[in-house]
């Protein structure tokens, strides 16, 4: 098959299966697309047998990985964790909305780190909109708090984003050598957007709130905590024995996991649902997907447009390119596009596009202006967000904190971290 | 008189207690509540998260702020210790404000900041829109008691 109508048949799989995860149809799961297009690549010779089945060899531990996290994620949320946070976020404010903002930014942060982005999306968001709601404090402030954080601070660990995950096992970086690297980075990030959201909801902010009762002392999960930190500290002692974060993950998974099964407060169908399987295999399909895309020559464009090695400015341009891809078609295919390229500049490279990636998507709130544009388009519940309000916002904090993240990267480096 | 009062959550009983003080009995009230925009923003922080199911167990978003909205609103009528007509709205707080002010006589509402920042900082830009635009007189309160 010609390369340039492989490139175009790869391209069309793209969008297909891009324009069926946002759209959502309910008679066509975004997984059957990827799985189907990626076939349907094979079959008419896009992509050889071996090579997807390459892709798909090597994706897999990363695949199981990912199952773990949501296991675990899942557990926490079943142990109450979230709850609790929202408990002590509430006591914590003293009817100071700074002090509230302060305890959002902390536990945002943590759970994305700890956890991933997806928790704090999906589990993390509802409790702090009621927590705001509760304490009679405008929730603005704290919800676009939350939502910028799952993507600012999804820097530090490879488990803190899909993204991180998907590139981490080929980075050549162990669990704690990507840490390192990305602390000063993800503090900088993090640093940005204290800074804008502080000036931005200055009036909310200031304004003198009346007394509220003081809730009760949070129930603590001890479970849930107890796990997460053993398992935190597994990733990072592992990484010092060799042993895979993998192996980690699953026995973090099974220690929240186990004790739900015995006493029946979840079931084996919860758990499967939990690690939402048809995500999984989204996934996969994707990964053959852009194979085949960067195989027949998108591949050799990235490598037009990236910037080769890793000064400063060219690590300020993989992660700014990084970042419009992703705002283009989303952080998960952006990474899988970039990340081969990236790599041949080395892990520095590597990392840059992932400050890109991740950091990226809060330009807009919806994750790409794709997603953006099809729910203003369909869905009449959008119109009435304040999208300049958030436009502006992302026009403020995602070039300064890519600036800042990446010097700190680049710095990182130069010190020999 | 329509007297319309504007209440935001932080200071909503500094406003109900100025329209009690200040507007005469036979007034005609009505308590306004602006709900954020904050679940619009979460529902699609959520749909950028691609490919990943509905989760199951995500709270209803919009179930959170309405009944914040209506708590908030009930304990303001009930501060206010005589009968108002209740408006929740949703959608930008500063047009939404200034379209309910359309139809009233005179509309109450705070500054953003206490007695310790006095000066144009005081008045936030919503407030500050609010001020501006509003087609009926306007009664702008302290939203703490004066200090020394």
């Not at chain 1, 927590?131 to 910028?148: K, N």
């Not at chain 1, 996969?284 to 195989?295: E, K, R």
């Not at chain 1, 037009?304 to 000064?311: A, D, E, H, K, Y």
């Not at chain 2, 995500?58 to 501060?79: C, H, K, T, V």
């Amino acid at each position: 098959m010609p390369e340039a109508l492989a490139l175009a048949l790869s391209l069309a799989g793209l969008a297909a299966t891009l324009a069926a995860a946002i759209a959502r149809p309910r008679w066509l799961p975004e997984a059957a697309v990827a799985v189907g297009a990626a076939a349907a690549l094979v079959a008419v010779g896009a992509v050889t047998v071996s090579r997807a089945g390459q892709a798909v060899g090597h994706l897999a531990p990363t695949i199981g990985f990912l199952a773990a996290l949501l296991l675990l994620a899942d557990g926490c949320r079943r142990d109450g964790l979230f709850r609790a946070l929202g408990d002590m976020m509430a006591r914590g404010s003293r009817d100071s909305p700074r002090r509230l903002l302060a305890l959002v930014f902390a536990v945002a942060s943590s759970v994305t780190v700890a956890l991933g982005l997806d928790p704090t999306i999906v589990l993390l968001t509802p409790v702090v909109l009621a927590t705001a709601t509760r304490l009679r404090m405008s929730p603005e402030p704290d919800v676009y708090a939350t939502v910028h954080l799952a993507n600012s601070s999804s820097l530090l660990l490879p488990i803190s984003n899909l993204t991180n995950l998907l590139v981490f096992t080929t980075s050549g970086l162990s669990f704690t050598g990507f840490a390192a690297l990305m602390l000063a980075p993800t503090l900088a990030a993090v640093g940005v957007e204290w800074v804008v959201l502080n000036r931005f909801f200055a009036a909310e902010l200031g304004r003198p709130p009346g007394r509220q009762a003081v809730p009760a002392a949070p129930h603590l999960p001890r479970l849930a905590l107890a796990v997460l930190t053993a398992t935190l500290a597994g990733f990072l002692a592992g990484s010092l024995f060799g042993v895979s974060p993998v192996w980690i993950a699953a026995a973090g998974a099974a220690a929240i996991t186990v004790p739900a099964l015995v006493r029946r407060t979840a079931t084996a169908s919860d758990l499967v649902r939990a690690t939402q399987p048809s995500f999984l295999l989204f996934v996969l399909g994707l990964a053959v997907i852009v194979v085949a895309a960067s195989d027949n020559g998108l591949a050799a464009a990235v490598r037009m447009v990236l910037p080769g090695g890793t000064s400063l400015p060219a690590l300020l341009g993989i992660a700014a390119v990084s970042a419009l891809l992703a705002n283009l078609v989303n952080n998960l295919p952006a990474i899988l596009i970039i990340a081969p390229v990236a790599l041949a500049s080395g892990p520095a490279a590597l990392l840059a596009a992932l400050i890109g990636v991740n950091v990226g998507p809060n330009l807009t709130y919806a994750g790409s202006l794709a997603t953006l544009l099809w729910r203003r388009l369909l869905r009449a519940q959008d119109t009435d967000v304040n999208l300049g309000q958030f436009l502006r916002l992302g026009a403020v904090t995602v070039p300064a904190a890519l600036a800042a993240s990446t010097l700190m990267l680049w710095s990182g480096v130069k010190v020999g971290l | 008189m329509r007297a319309l009062v504007w209440i935001v959550a932080e200071t909503w009983q500094a406003t109900v207690a100025a329209a009690a003080a200040f507007l005469p009995a036979e007034a005609d009230v009505t308590l306004l509540y602006v709900r954020s925009d904050a679940e619009t923003l979460a529902r699609g922080a959520r749909s950028a998260l691609l490919g990943r199911s509905r989760h199951p167990v995500a709270e209803a978003l919009d179930a959170i702020s309405e009944q914040g909205a209506r708590n908030l609103l009930a304990d303001a009528q009930a501060a206010l210790g005589h009968q108002a007509a209740l408006d929740a709205r949703s959608g930008r707080t500063e047009q939404e404000v200034v379209a309910a002010a359309d139809t009233a006589d005179l509309l109450v509402l705070a500054r953003d900041q206490g007695h310790a920042h006095r000066g144009p900082r005081s008045l936030g830009p919503t407030v500050r829109y609010v001020v501006d635009h509003a087609p009926c007189a306007v009664l702008l309160i302290w939203p703490d008691a004066p200090s020394g």
